[in-house]
Nanobody, 125 residues
């Protein structure tokens, strides 16, 4: 079992940047494919980006492609999401998630087994 703790959220003006981190503990981080999701009030949880265990495969939602960069450091047990050119519509609670997976990555919330508590990102226009 892995425990996940997100950090790095906050209030930023449109066009600004934030870097989210997700620190993992409790199990071998490299055994997990990871994802960043976001959920805005009244909306479904959306996969923003997902990454396989090694970082060799990354998938982005069309809405963030070219603006967000997902990466992981298995030596530091940490997942990162660099968010640039932020827009008001990026406002949401951002959550990281993990699933034990040797090959590939996953893009649906119901495919993940472990979740962090989330960090709020608010983009003012």
């Amino acid at each position: 079992q892995v425990q996940l703790v997100e950090s790095g959220g906050g209030l930023v003006q449109a066009g600004g940047s934030l870097r989210l981190s997700c620190a993992a503990s409790g199990h071998t981080f490299s055994a997990y494919a990871m994802g960043w999701f976001r959920q805005a009030p009244g909306k479904e949880r959306e996969c923003v980006a997902a990454i396989n265990w090694s970082g060799s495969m990354i998938h982005y939602a069309d809405s963030v492609k070219g603006r967000f960069t997902l990466s992981r450091d298995n030596a530091k047990n940490t997942l990162y999401l660099q968010m640039n050119s932020l827009k008001a519509e990026d406002t949401a609670v951002y959550l990281c998630a993990a699933v034990a997976l040797r090959y590939g990555l996953r893009g649906r919330a119901d495919e993940y087994d472990y979740w962090g508590q989330g960090t709020q990102v608010t983009v003012s226009s």
